[in-house]
């Protein structure tokens, strides 16, 4: 198979939402009692792992977390819950919130300039395809990365998710490729993986902080000798 295209996950796999230590600056109880270290720690992993459902939900809730990605609003109100039966409410909910969804707070792998600025020099078009409610294209405008992204697939915008086929048949069609010269890369093996069905090759990431993770990218496409 010779790749003449590379999809790629936003989450987890090009960009990773990580917090600082000024997340928890003003993080206090609907009574204004500052959370301890282990209770902050519980809340940020809830708010920064966005595909794990932590809380349960009312129907009402749940019914909203299936369709997070597809609209900003019950995106919203389903992480806000989460927040409320984790202590949060009010101002510091709302300003927690905000950061969450602030793509110029995500933080890239080290190897995302690299892979991206490879590829497009090699002539190699480039898709993100994202499950999410917000516009992402900021975090790469913020890199003067844009310029290497063919086509950005956002559910949102398309009213589809991984692992549904029109993200990805949408996507494919935009850049003109047939699926069997494409490779997917992403964290989620049931999501992003759900290229195989149509024909695409894919590869598996680790979603760990990106300090940790410091080539997962460039091995990825080493192993499908795209670089």
Not at 46 to 74: E, I, N, S
Not at 86 to 110: C, F, H, I, K, Q
Not at 125 to 142: E, G, M, T
């Amino acid at each position: 198979m010779t790749i003449r295209a590379v999809l790629f996950d936003f989450s987890g796999t090009l960009f990773r939402l990580e917090a600082d230590e000024s997340w928890a600056t003003d993080l206090v109880t609907a009574q204004g009692r500052p959370f301890d270290e282990a209770e902050s720690a519980e809340i940020l992993d809830r708010m920064t792992t966005p595909v794990h459902q932590a809380v349960q939900f009312d129907a009402h809730h749940q019914h909203a977390w299936g369709q997070r990605d597809l609209d900003p609003a019950k995106h919203r109100e389903v992480y806000r819950e989460v927040l409320r039966q984790s202590g949060v409410e009010g101002d510091p909910a709302r300003r927690l919130y905000a950061r969450m969804v602030d793509p110029s707070l995500w933080t890239p792998y080290p190897d995302t300039g690299k892979v991206l600025e490879a590829l497009s020099g090699n002539g190699i078009p480039v898709a993100v395809v994202s499950n999410i409610p917000f516009d992402i294209r900021p975090a790469f405008l913020d890199h003067d990365w844009d310029r290497y992204v063919d086509v950005y697939a956002l559910s949102f915008e398309l009213g589809a998710v991984k692992p549904d086929p029109p993200i990805f048949e949408w996507t494919l069609d935009r850049l003109g490729i047939p699926p069997e010269d494409a490779l997917m890369v992403g964290d989620s093996r049931e999501n992003d993986g759900a290229a195989t069905a149509l024909g695409c090759a894919y590869e598996w990431v680790d979603p760990a902080p990106t300090a940790d993770r410091r080539t997962g990218l460039l091995d990825a496409l080493a192993r499908h000798d795209v670089l």
